[in-house]
Each structure stands twice: as structure tokens, then as C-alpha cells.
């Protein structure tokens, strides 16, 4: 009976020590979002440096929209200079090989296969 007790003794001294441990540390967090939160809203209020470049919402859209369309420009070309989908090198008024053929239906097969096991 006695190893009970100091085992029930043990259990509830370290269970007390850790949530004591869990709220200062908690209460630790909350008074630094206190302390730092008046710096946070001061610096949110100052003006910006008179060297700085004033954010322009437009100006950023734009810049946006030019990267936009470079990397599509870039996919475009690298799409004509090398082709993903050229299944064959037969010219286009040559009929394709049996092969080729062949291994057009397999890719085929294998897209119907994967759109019919997506969810």
C-alpha cells in the first residue's frame, strides 16, 4: 500500500510541475504579445523613409501580369523546340508504322485508364 501511494504521490506532484510549467509558459507568450504588440501598431505607423519606393498596387499588377506572360511565352517555346506530346517523328504526310500506332493506343489506354480511376 505504501508504494501505491508514493507512486500516486509522484504521479500527482510531476503532473501538477508540468501544467504549472505549460501556464507560465503560456503566460510568458501572452505578456510578449502584449509588450511587443505596442511596437508592432508604432511601426505600422510611421511614415516611409523618403528614399523608399511607395508600393503601388497597379505598378505591382503589372509587374505580375509581364512575369505572367513570360512564362507562358517561355512554355511556348520550349513546347515548339521540344515537343512532350510528339508521339511520332513521322512527317506529316507520311502515314505512321505499325509500331507507332501501337504505342499510341497503349498511351491512350493507359489516359482512359487513369481518368477512370480518378475519384
Known sequence: MEVFRQTVWMTVVGMSMT???LGLLILVMIVLTRWTG???EAMAHREEPSGAIPIDRELEEAEQAAAVAVAIALAQAARRI????AWHSALPGEDVNAWQAYARGQQLELRN???ALRW
Open 19 to 21: 501544467f504549472a510549467a
Open 38 to 40: 505596442g511596437r508592432a
Open 82 to 85: 521540344h515537343p512532350a506530346h
Open 113 to 115: 485508364t487513369h481518368q
